[in-house]
């Protein structure tokens, strides 16, 4: 069976708010905008820094809900700075069907505090 790579999520225009180069890596992210996406806890992302153009990949992890965080850890500390906006993007395996069928979830940010979303399926 072929499967091909579809996006299944994407959170655009996230504000980076910190990093933390002595952590052990991944990006922090308010865990509200993790379930609207639907991206789980330590599920693979690929980052994209829309600010320098740099392109990662690592983990998700659950910052507190509502605190409107965006964390770089640590290798990921260099990527970036406080105030960059991101991409971040996971993906999913799906047969033909399926893959045709596949609306990815889109977050796409408002403001400057992580807090605001505009939730566009397609």
């Known amino acids: 069976m072929i499967l091909r790579e579809m996006m299944k999520a994407k959170i655009h225009g996230i504000v980076v708010t910190d990093r933390n180069l002595h952590y052990t890596g991944s990006l922090g992210i308010d865990a ?5 996406a639907g991206i789980l806890p330590f599920e693979k992302i ?3 820094n829309l600010d320098n153009g740099e392109r990662m ?3 998700a992890l659950r910052d ?5 965080a965006c964390v770089l ?3 990921m500390a260099h ?3 406080p105030g960059d906006r991101l991409l971040v993007i ?3 395996q799906a047969d033909e069907e399926s893959a045709r069928a596949l609306t990815p979830q889109v977050l796409v940010m408002s403001g400057n505090d992580n807090t605001k979303f505009e939730l566009r399926n397609r």
């Open 32 to 36: 509200k905008l993790l379930d609207s």
């Open 46 to 48: 690929q980052v994209v």
């Open 57 to 59: 990949e690592t983990y």
């Open 64 to 68: 507190p809900p509502g605190s409107g």
């Open 73 to 75: 850890n640590g290798g």
């Open 79 to 81: 990527k970036g700075k």
């Open 90 to 92: 996971t993906y999913v």
